[in-house]
């Protein structure tokens, strides 16, 4: 069993920025695929950033050029740093992570409030 834990949302003004990180309890190097997705009130679960074993990081349009994951092995965490961020961005930021056995585990979620 896999155990993700997320940190660092919060709310901050248009233009800002912040930085969520994600532990997992196990070695991320057994892990298939990891990343983040959002969602916002209303709306259903969309992919962020995320990146699978053997290939390159797959952003969402909509963060393009703002949003920057990456990953610190030693430590097995990843990260989202998130610049120039836009009221629309605002939503819960949920960690995630799939195994060998391909099996989806999620992190509690943290909320991210871009004020105008």
């Known amino acids: 069993q896999v155990e993700v834990v997320e940190s660092g949302g919060g709310l901050v003004q248009t233009g800002g920025s912040l930085r969520l990180s994600c532990a997992t309890s196990?070695?991320?190097?057994?892990?298939?695929?990891m990343g983040w997705y959002r969602q916002a009130p209303g709306k259903q679960r969309d992919l962020v950033a995320t990146?699978?074993?053997?290939?390159?990081?797959n952003y969402a349009e909509s963060v393009k050029g703002r949003f920057t994951f990456y990953r610190n092995n030693a430590q097995n965490t990843w990260y989202l740093q998130m610049n120039s961020l836009k009221p629309e961005d605002t939503a819960v930021y949920y960690c995630?992570?799939?195994?060998?056995?391909?099996?989806?585990?999620w992190g509690q979620g943290t909320q991210v409030t871009v004020s105008s």
């Open positions: 995630h992570a799939r195994d060998a056995w391909m099996r989806n585990f």
């Open positions: 196990g070695s991320i190097f057994d892990l298939n695929s």
């Open positions: 990146v699978t074993s053997g290939s390159s990081i």
